[in-house]
Structure formats: structure tokens, C-alpha cells
């Protein structure tokens, strides 16, 4: 892996279901045609001075999916070997016919005290105090509901990866 | 609780069965319980008969035999007494002999025809005396006869007395004129009652001619006279040891002791009893045994065996009245209720149900275990009903989490393809369009306009063709969440359980599953016609269930009008409807009733009289399940307070 890719925000989504992965893979990885749009976003700007307020300079992640808790498991020890942490991992609940999303963030846990893990599930018969007790600390435990915005875990992966991890 | 007839093991006999053989766990616990307790009457019986021979043998027995021995000695004393009379008399028949002035004359020498007048004849047989022997004082016989043992035979006195005297045994002299010897002798001819006077006048006065010795022979002629006299048998043995019988010699020995006067030896069929004849001199002569039969002991003997008879035959009865009794009182009825709860443990049939109206302890537990059945059936079935429901909310969470699922990639879609839409490629587009109207455009800014409004429309093109294959993207989204809730549908439209049971265990049940069914019970009047209609194959907990919303409405009704005794009755009846057969079933109530025109109305959705407008949906449940089921639910109500009737028909 080259320092480009170690210094972007790294992310594991855990989920048996493909519709969401796609979903997160859309979300987080560059529009192909990115290019063209640059050359006409420089345009504008050579030609009227201005951008448009609405214009930001995309955030840049390094995204990483699995459809199992032990396939997650072995992606955070690998992570860790090669000594690029993820920043966030997003965990799906249950994820039949192998270990469950709060077994497998115990056992991330027990890896990574830093990592924050995001459980996105489409129950609600897990709560919050219940999960957070298994999985501590708090601060570093977030639930999203499915269905959710692209735009919502979009937007959280930016806060928690900061400024500091742009290219 | 009236029977539905599942039998879901056929292999399983009825409960009410005879047949003893089919059963194999039931029938090791009974056989079990059969054997114990023929093994402790048949101990009984052992014991008590047992017992009863030890006393009999032991108590009673003895009884008999002391009976037996005390006539043994009471018939050796007559013997005793027997013999002393013969030498009473023997005494006696020399006494008038020896005191007599012709024998007195005949030995002094002075009357030579005393032989021939007196002596000659018959007459010593006739007196049954063996011996006479007259001495003068010298001790010379002057005259003597001995007649032989058998067969009256004389013994010439030359043979007998060789010496011419007798032997000193004999020789019998009398110092004074009273003096008198009796008793027995032993002599080489055999044992004698021998009596021996002093020869006198007439008078007893002397001088004293001579001695006068008579003998009789204790033989066997003799004990057979004894035994005539005496009615038992009676034997005569020398008492010298070397000549007594083997058997006899022990006895003779300790009788010789001097241990006891008489020694008793029992066999099986006598007593006998033994005692020592004594001769003149003191000096035991002969063992004199007397038998005496055991009647006592024989009559004994058989008393006890015909009481033991009689006790094996009373114990018997008894024991057999007992066994007869503890079989049909508690071991049938044991072994009646312990193959059905045997067969209801296996089959799980919880519906059948012992149909013995029996007393008692055992009766209390077939109605306790009939209880306890019915109460299982409920539970059962609430717990049925209840992982019914359960099941029903785990696949409805399922269908959920699938939409939920669903739902996520498309929301994320249709939220990016929003942004991007509200971000369209070449905001300025209209300000270059605009700008390359005018006239006075340099000709570099005007190219790079130009390549600016044509890349901003591309890039137009473009967003809008990836739009519409992300809308078509979503769309298949749409069509999978479709597919879930297709499939839910498809599951849950699956056929109905059907069975068959009677409308008297379905109004039966439907009643226990109201609130405060006791308080209820009462007010409910069932008419005989429920039970008439008999058994029908429908969706049982589907119409317990609108039986018992009907049943609770009705109470509802009651509590309304605010009745202290509340009537709800229940009637059915066949119903033909063309070709359809039905089942009428009517539930009326004397409760508050329908207001006009709302006769239709309440069974649609949200429809309440509750105060707090909650509930509603009862009604309309049933009669969107009757109407599932191809029957129907109505109501009539002549008016408020006047009560409600309401009709369901069942197809059958």
C-alpha cells in the first residue's frame, strides 16, 4: 500500500446483505467521471472567477466490505499488521449463518481500543445500553437504523475521520 | 369439557379396554402391583396356617396324649388288681382246704380215703389251680400234682420232685397257726401265684399237721383270661435281662431302678405301659406290659386335621373374598386409570376422558386427573394461540428487517441522486449562453464558452442518463420489496387447520377463554340443541375465537345496561341454504342492545361502544374470518335495551 492510501480514511462495512454494501461502496468510493468534471469545474472557474458555494472538495476513503463477522475480524488484524488502521467499521446485527455483529465487535474490541464501531440494523430489538455494555466504551459506539441516508453515514465518516486525513 | 375424537395413535388401545395383554408398560406396573399383593395374602394364609399347626401340635396334641397315657396307667393298675384277685383266690380255695379237720385228719395219718374222695377228678381244673402239694412237718411230700402248662397235662411228682422233696424254693413251713404265705414264684415250670396255709382243724386251732401249697400258673392262658377281663392286651415276660425282648430291656432296667412304678413307651398305635411283678421274696419275677390302643390320640389326631382343614378352608375364603374385593375396589380401578393416563401421556389426547362415575379415593383421582387434563387442554391450547402470535410477530419482524434491508440501498440511491440532481453539472450554463448572444466576445473566451456549454451538456446528458438507470436501479429495488411482501402474503394464506369436534366443546371452550369466565359461567344458558347438532369439521380456534368476541360483547351489553343477572343463551340448528348445509348458531343477550341503524355498522372497522372509543376491531375480525370461512355473522336488536341476537352460520 502506498502513503497515499495509508494517510485516507479507512473504512470496514460488515453486512450479508449486497444491496447495502453496494450502497456503501456508491457513498464512499470517487465518481468515475470525475475527471470531466474537474475540466468543467475549471472552466467555470477560469471563465466566471467564481465556484459555486455548493462545490466541496470531496473527502477521499479507503473503503473495505465483508458480508461475515470472522471475514471482518480477520480484516481488522490485517489492518493492524500492516499498521493502517480502520477509522470507523460499520456492523450489521445479525449476520446468519456466522457470528453476530455484537459478538464480532467484542472481538475488535479486544484488537482495537480506538476504532469506532457503527452497528447498522434493521431491528429494534437491540438497545443501545445493552450493546454499549458489551462493547465499550460509548463514545466510540453509534447504531443506525436501516434504512438510512447515504448522506447520514457519509457525513459521520467526515466528522469522525477530520480534516487532518485528507489527501 | 366435551371429547374431540384426534386419535393420533391408533396402535393405542382405548382406555376402557379389558384386554389385558397389549399394554406392556401399564401392565408391568399392574402385574407388579397384582403380584405384591397376592405374594402378601398368600404369606398370610402360610403364616396363619402355620401358626394354627404349631399350636395344634404343640398345645392341643399333648392334651391327647396325656389322655391316652393316663388311661395306660388306669388299665395297668386293673390288670394289677386282676392279678391280685386270682391269688385272692387262689388263697381263699386253700384257705377252706388247709383249715380243715379231714385234711388235718388225712395228714396226721387217720383218714386213708381223703385222696379218692376228695383229691381225685376234675376238681383242680375246675378251680383252674395248676399245683397242690401237702407237706407234713417234716417237710416230706405226702401228697402233690402239678398239671402241666399246656394242655392240662399231668407232670408225675416223680419227674417233678426227683428227690422226693421239693425244691427249698417251695418249701413253706408256718411257725404259728395265723400265719399265711401269697405271692408269686418263680418256678422251673414258670411263674405261679402261690399260697401256702399251715394244715389246722376246721376250727384253725392245731396242731399244726402240715403245709398245704396251692399254685395256679401265670401263663398264657392266664393273661388271656386277664385280657378278657380287662379289654386290653396284657404280656407276661421273665424279668431276668438275658431273656426280655431287645426293646423291653432298657425298661426293665430303670424300672429295676426304681425310677418309676410304671414306664410308658408309646407307638404309633399304642401306649404301653410297663411295670415289675414282684415274687414272695421281694425279687423282681416278671415284666407284666399292658397296651393300651391310643384313641385319644387317634380322635386328637384327626380333630386337629379336620380343624386345619377347616381353618385352610376359612383362611382360604377369606383370602379369596379379600383378593376378590382388592381387585375389583382398587387394583381395577388402579389399572383403568393407570392405562389412561399411560395412553394419554403417549397419544398427548388430552380430549379423552374417563367415563366412570366411581366413589371413593380412586374415583376422586380419575375426577382430579380429568381436571388436571382439562386444564392442560387449556393451557395448551393458550399456548398454542400464543406461539401462534409469536410466530406471527417473529415473521412479521423478518418481512421487516428484509424491507428495512431493502430499503437502505435505495434510500441511499434516491438520496444521492438527489444531491447530485440539485447540483447539476454547469451552473453557469445560462450566464455562457447568455454571454455568447452578446456581440462582443474576444474569440478565446467565446471558444472556451462554447467548450464549457458543451461540456456542461454532455455533462447534462450524462447525469440524466445515469439518473434515469439509477431510477430504473431503485425500481428493482421496489419490485424485490414487492417480491417480500408477495411472499408474505402467499404464507400467510395457507390452508386453514380443519377439525372436527362439536359445537358444545367449542362454546365450551370460547366460555373459558372470557375474562372472569367464572363469574360468567352462570349467565350462560346453553339449550340442549348445541349438543344435539353433534360433531362438525371446521376451523376450531378460529371460531372459539368469534364465539368468544360474540360471548363478550354480549357481557359488555349486560354490564352496559347495567343488569344485575345477566341471560346470554346459546342455540343451534341445521340450516339448509339450497344445496349448502349450515349451522345456525344464535347468542342472545338481555344486555343494552343496538341503537337503530347501527345494525351494519358495528361490524365494520374501528366500530365501539366502549367509553374510550378503543377496540373496535372484534366485530369486524369475525366477521371478516366467518366470511373467509364461507359463513356469516348478523345481529338483530329490536331496539335499545330491548337486547341483541345475534345470528352464525357455519358452512358444514
Known amino acids: ?167 | 369439557m366435551m371429547a374431540t375424537h384426534i386419535f393420533r395413535k391408533p396402535s393405542v388401545r382405548s382406555a376402557m379396554g379389558h384386554s389385558p395383554s397389549s399394554d406392556g408398560s401399564a401392565m408391568s406396573t399392574t402385574v407388579s402391583l397384582r403380584t405384591k399383593v397376592l405374594v402378601v395374602l398368600g404369606t398370610l394364609l402360610m403364616t396363619y396356617l402355620g401358626l394354627s399347626q404349631i399350636t395344634m401340635n404343640y398345645v392341643m396334641f399333648p392334651v391327647f396324649q396325656q389322655l391316652d397315657q393316663e388311661s395306660a396307667a388306669k388299665n395297668m393298675t386293673r390288670v394289677e388288681e386282676l392279678i391280685a384277685d386270682d391269688l385272692k383266690t387262689v388263697e381263699k380255695i386253700n384257705l377252706n382246704w388247709s383249715h380243715w379237720d379231714e385234711t388235718h385228719q388225712f395228714l396226721s395219718g387217720s383218714n386213708p380215703a381223703y385222696v379218692a374222695t376228695n383229691l381225685e377228678g376234675s376238681w383242680m381244673r375246675d378251680n383252674e389251680l395248676n399245683m397242690m402239694l401237702f407237706f407234713d412237718p417234716s417237710e416230706r411230700l405226702v401228697w402233690g400234682r402239678l398239671a402241666s402248662l399246656k394242655e392240662n397235662r399231668e407232670i408225675p411228682m416223680a419227674a417233678a420232685f426227683p428227690a422226693g422233696r421239693p425244691p427249698n424254693a417251695l418249701m413253706m413251713s408256718h411257725a404259728s397257726l395265723d400265719s399265711s404265705i401269697k405271692g408269686l414264684l418263680g418256678t422251673e415250670w414258670g411263674p405261679m401265684l402261690i399260697s401256702s396255709f399251715p394244715i389246722l382243724t376246721t376250727n384253725h386251732e392245731g396242731p399244726v399237721a402240715g403245709t398245704c401249697v396251692f399254685g395256679r400258673f401265670l401263663d398264657r392262658k392266664h393273661t388271656a383270661a386277664l385280657e378278657e377281663r380287662s379289654k386290653v392286651n396284657v404280656a407276661v415276660y421273665s424279668a431276668i435281662a438275658a431273656a426280655l425282648p431287645e426293646p423291653y430291656k432298657a425298661t426293665a432296667r430303670s424300672l429295676k431302678a426304681g425310677k418309676a412304678a410304671v414306664e410308658y413307651v408309646e407307638t404309633d398305635q399304642v401306649v404301653r405301659a410297663f411295670s415289675l411283678l414282684r415274687d414272695i421274696h421281694g425279687k423282681p419275677l416278671l415284666l407284666l406290659r399292658v397296651d393300651t390302643p391310643r384313641g385319644a390320640t387317634a380322635v386328637g389326631a384327626q380333630t386337629i386335621r379336620a380343624a386345619l382343614f377347616s381353618l385352610l378352608m376359612a383362611s382360604a375364603l377369606v383370602v379369596l373374598v379379600v383378593w376378590l374385593l382388592l381387585r375389583y375396589m382398587i387394583l381395577a380401578p388402579i389399572l383403568t386409570l393407570t392405562r389412561h393416563v399411560l395412553y394419554v401421556g403417549e397419544s398427548g389426547d388430552l380430549t379423552k376422558h374417563l367415563m366412570t362415575a366411581r366413589h371413593g379415593e380412586v374415583g376422586t383421582l380419575e375426577r382430579e386427573f380429568k381436571q388436571m387434563q382439562d386444564r392442560l387442554a387449556i393451557a395448551k391450547r393458550t399456548i398454542l394461540m400464543h406461539s401462534y402470535k409469536a410466530g406471527i410477530a417473529d415473521s412479521a419482524a423478518g418481512v421487516l428487517h428484509n424491507i428495512r434491508n431493502a430499503l437502505t440501498p435505495l434510500t441511499s440511491q434516491l438520496g444521492q441522486l438527489i444531491s447530485k440532481l440539485r447540483e447539476p453539472p454547469g451552473l453557469r450554463l445560462p450566464t455562457a449562453v447568455q454571454e455568447l448572444g452578446g456581440m462582443e466576445i474576444p474569440e478565446d473566451r467565446r471558444r472556451k464558452l462554447i467548450e464549457y456549454a458543451q461540456l456542461a451538456l454532455k455533462q447534462h446528458a450524462h447525469q440524466r442518463q445515469q439518473a434515469i438507470e439509477e431510477i430504473y436501479q431503485t425500481l428493482q429495488h421496489l419490485a424485490h420489496i414487492e417480491q417480500i411482501i408477495t411472499d408474505q402474503e402467499r404464507l400467510s394464506r395457507s390452508d386453514p387447520i380443519i377439525e372436527s369436534t362439536t359445537l358444545a366443546a367449542i362454546v365450551d371452550e370460547a366460555i373459558s377463554l372470557l375474562p372472569d369466565h367464572a363469574a360468567i359461567r352462570p349467565w350462560i344458558q346453553i339449550d340442549p340443541s348445541v349438543e344435539v347438532v353433534g360433531t362438525i369439521a371446521t376451523r376450531r380456534i378460529a371460531l372459539v375465537q368469534v364465539i368468544t368476541n360474540v360471548l363478550l360483547n354480549a357481557v359488555e351489553a349486560i354490564r352496559r345496561a347495567r343488569r344485575v343477572a345477566g341471560i346470554i343463551q346459546v342455540t343451534a340448528e341445521h340450516e339448509k341454504t339450497g344445496a349448502e348445509s349450515m349451522l345456525r348458531v344464535t347468542i342472545g343477550d338481555n344486555g343494552a342492545g343496538i341503537e337503530p341503524g347501527h345494525q351494519q355498522t358495528i361490524f365494520q372497522r374501528g366500530y365501539t361502544t366502549k367509553a374510550n372509543g378503543k377496540g373496535g376491531l372484534g366485530l369486524h375480525w369475525c366477521a371478516n374470518t366467518l366470511n373467509s370461512m364461507g359463513g356469516k355473522i348478523s345481529v338483530e336488536s329490536a331496539d335499545a335495551m330491548q337486547g341483541t341476537v345475534f345470528h352464525i352460520l357455519i358452512p358444514l
Do not use: W
Open chain 1, 1 to 167: 500500500m502506498n502513503a497515499t492510501a495509508a494517510q485516507r480514511c479507512r473504512i470496514l462495512v460488515a453486512d450479508d446483505d449486497d444491496g447495502v454494501l453496494e450502497a456503501f461502496r456508491r457513498a464512499f468510493l470517487p465518481d468515475p467521471d470525475d475527471a470531466e468534471h474537474r475540466l468543467l469545474e475549471e472552466l467555470e472557474q477560469g471563465l466566471f472567477g467564481t465556484l459555486s458555494p455548493a462545490r466541496q472538495v470531496p473527502m477521499s476513503f479507503d473503503i473495505v466490505t465483508c458480508t461475515q463477522g470472522q471475514q471482518a475480524l480477520e480484516a481488522v488484524q490485517e489492518a493492524l499488521q500492516r499498521q493502517c488502521p480502520f477509522k470507523i467499521i460499520f456492523l450489521d446485527i445479525r449476520m446468519p449463518p456466522g457470528m453476530d455483529g455484537v459478538r464480532t465487535a467484542q472481538r475488535i474490541r479486544d484488537l482495537d481500543r480506538n476504532v469506532t464501531i457503527v452497528f447498522i440494523t434493521a431491528y429494534s430489538d437491540e438497545s443501545f445500553d445493552t450493546v454499549a455494555g458489551l462493547v465499550p466504551p460509548p463514545t466510540k459506539l453509534f447504531f443506525f437504523n436501516k434504512p438510512f441516508l447515504a448522506v447520514e453515514f457519509v457525513g459521520l465518516a467526515s466528522k469522525l475521520c477530520g480534516q487532518s486525513q485528507l489527501p
